[in-house]
């Protein structure tokens, strides 16, 4: 299987993967922690998205969703911050069609 596993820099679950014979790739907008460069795509996801993939998995921030910071939300949502956020996230909760990623 092709897969992407967005908003990972540490290449953990790409590994796995891996060890199991997929092509795996990471992506991040950071360089990878995971000693395998030559899996990881340092960019913006948002284009990859439209690339076929048998799988994708994601992990974005939490930052501005998570009820840890609910004390912020009326700043965050006043400067855009959390509406950026619930996009982000929604382009993976989107990601339905087998075979192909949709944004």
Same mark, same amino acid.
């Given at each position: 299987?092709?897969?992407?596993?967005?908003? +990972? +820099? /540490? *290449?953990?679950?790409?590994?796995?993967?891996? +060890?199991? #014979?997929?092509?795996?790739? =990471?992506?991040?907008?950071?360089?990878? =922690? #995971?000693?395998? $460069?030559?899996?990881?795509?340092? *960019?913006?996801?948002? $284009?990859?998205?439209? &690339?076929?993939?048998?799988?994708?998995?994601? @992990? $974005?921030?939490?930052?501005?969703?998570?009820? =840890? #910071?609910?004390?912020? @939300?009326? &700043?965050?949502?006043?400067?855009?911050? *959390? *509406?950026? /956020?619930?996009? @982000? @996230?929604?382009?993976?909760?989107?990601?339905?069609?087998? #075979?192909?990623?949709?944004?």
């Amino acid at each position: 299987m092709k897969i992407l596993v967005a908003c +990972e +820099e /540490s *290449q953990t679950v790409c590994k796995a993967f891996r +060890e199991r #014979g997929h092509e795996a790739y =990471s992506c991040d907008i950071i360089d990878c =922690s #995971g000693g395998h $460069p030559e899996w990881h795509l340092k *960019q913006d996801v948002t $284009p990859l998205l439209d &690339q076929d993939w048998d799988m994708v998995i994601a @992990f $974005p921030p939490c930052t501005d969703l998570a009820v =840890s #910071g609910a004390k912020w @939300f009326a &700043q965050k949502r006043a400067d855009g911050r *959390q *509406q950026r /956020s619930i996009e @982000f @996230f929604m382009r993976f909760a989107n990601c339905t069609e087998i #075979g192909r990623a949709h944004v």
